[in-house]
């Protein structure tokens, strides 16, 4: 090309094809030059993404990657998709956000896990196929700007359990769990551990498995969707106001799809609700994907692979889990704070609308839609749809749902858990629940059931709302549980 070029005889003689060609082929060789050198000079002001898990293109606009590769960052105004393009590839596209981290940074390393709160860094690892060592890293809960190190390990006494270190940073920059062993860089100090466990309980042999996260929204852009995209091919359930189905559907991933009854509420107004509860997103909430808004109302979410609780309680493996593995799901159901602290409220809280997946994770589905319902047998809150028997007495007799009555709702469905699903009130109708709830009621203590469990439900169930606890604090309480209240617990016939 050069040679070309630097002739002006052979240029002259050269096609005007050639030499767009020719052009063309210089400013791909530019190009490629100009990302290489933004890759080698991060002062060049372009910073480089890196692929943390696969994923597969569900629509034209969407790019594939690998693991491992590298991006150029085209546009990132819209949050949760980027625009970008391939290093590796070359090709274009939009990607998820949180799929990548930036090259070279913490977030990049498989051992960084970011923001996991200390009990699911240590349901993460207790999981089956973690040997003792398997270790993670994340931000810690209580210093700010300071990290942890968890790290599964096992002894005679205790069994498989979990330690947690705290790395704390030198104001030089540098990082340390003891004065004794300082190091530059995180990376550094995992090196070091995985080679010698230096005082730790055990050296480090591995990374914790990691969940791939899931997309915020299907795709880029797919929000209120078409009904041909869906084709509902295994009904999972039906209930008083929709039926429930399992889709792959053109993206080519498992979800829920939920088709609400005619009637059942206004499609304006889900419209609008489903504007706010797209905005809720935890990890502890079941994700709502796409909606179809015209009737009949269609709900796109998150598949969940074990179904309600309520069912799994009842007839599938949950019938064997003993009071440690069912505490643990309460607490993840408590997640409720999350709710609590964006001044939201569900109304409809109870085990057949809490979804569990694989390794016992429970998350909370179908919050904010009770409010929407429009069905006479539901909107006289004493008819024989409404739920009566998880209902604060303030909201069934006036209608006043607060994040209260949630709390009311949740020590309910804590006797769901410690009973594997039984009916609240056994032998009551719902008449007879709401005149004896009224007179000062409350269940007693379940068989087997700890008593300090059951304090906690008659906590729940106080008449005066305002004291009822938080569920900041029912989360706390929960987690804690097993080390703070019961440390003596030993596994009996039932629980």
């Known amino acids: ?266 499609p304006e107004s889900f419209l609008e609700e489903a504007q706010i509860m797209k905005k809720l997103r935890h990890d502890k909430l079941v994700q709502l994907y796409a909606v179809v808004s015209e009737e009949p109302i269609y709900i796109v979410t998150e598949y969940m692979s074990k179904g309600s609780l309520l069912d799994f309680l009842k007839d599938g493996e949950g019938r064997a889990l003993k009071l440690p593995n069912l505490v643990d799901m309460a607490a993840q159901v408590s997640g409720m704070a999350y709710i609590e602290r964006m001044n939201y409220i569900h109304r409809d809280l109870r085990s057949a609308n809490i979804l569990v997946g694989d390794n016992l994770v429970c998350k909370i589905a179908d919050f904010g839609l009770a409010r929407l319902i429009e069905d006479n047998e539901y909107t006289a809150r004493q008819g024989a749809k409404f739920p009566i028997k998880w209902t604060a007495p303030e909201a069934a007799l006036y209608g006043r749902f607060t994040i209260k009555s949630d709390v009311w709702s949740f020590g309910i469905l804590l006797t769901e858990l410690v009973t594997k699903g039984r009916v609240p009130y056994p032998g009551m109708n719902n008449r007879e629940v709401l005149e004896q709830v009224e007179r000062g009621y409350r269940m007693p203590c379940p068989q087997d059931c700890p008593s300090s469990l059951h304090e906690l439900m008659l906590q729940c169930w106080k008449k005066d709302a305002e004291e009822r606890p938080t569920f900041e604090y029912l989360q706390a309480f929960l987690e804690d549980y097993f080390t703070a209240t019961e440390p003596q617990y030993q596994p009996g016939d039932n629980l």
């Open 1 to 266: 090309v050069g040679g070309t070029l630097s002739n002006p005889e052979t240029l002259a003689q050269t096609s005007g094809q050639n030499v767009f060609k020719t052009l063309h082929f210089l400013l791909l060789i530019f190009q490629e030059l100009t990302l290489c050198f933004s890759l080698l000079s991060p002062a060049a002001g372009v910073t480089l993404f890196v692929a943390l898990y696969d994923y597969e293109a569900r629509t034209e606009d969407d790019l594939s990657f690998r693991k491992g590769e590298r991006f150029q960052i085209l546009n990132s105004t819209e949050g949760d998709w980027w625009d970008a393009r391939s290093l590796t590839t070359g090709g274009s596209g939009y990607i998820p956000s949180n799929y990548v981290a930036p090259v070279d940074s913490i977030q990049a390393e498989d051992w960084y896990f970011g923001k996991l709160g200390r009990k699911d860094a240590e349901r993460q690892l207790l999981s089956t196929g973690n040997p003792r060592g398997t270790y993670l890293i994340r931000e810690s809960e209580t210093t700010k700007g300071a990290f942890s190190l968890s790290i599964r390990d096992w002894d005679d006494e205790k069994g498989d359990h979990v330690k947690h270190y705290k790395i704390r940073k030198l104001d030089s920059g540098g990082y340390y769990i003891t004065t004794r062993a300082q190091f530059d860089t995180l990376q550094q100090l995992v090196q070091h551990y995985s080679e010698s466990a230096d005082g730790l309980c055990f050296n480090l042999t591995g990374v914790c498995m990691n969940y791939i996260p899931d997309t915020v929204g299907l795709s880029h852009d797919a929000w209120e969707i078409s009904r041909d995209a869906l084709n509902l091919e295994e009904q999972l359930g039906t209930g008083c106001f929709a039926e429930v189905f399992y889709d792959l559907g053109v993206w080519n991933i498992p979800y829920r799809v939920s088709t609400l009854k005619p009637g059942t509420m206004s």
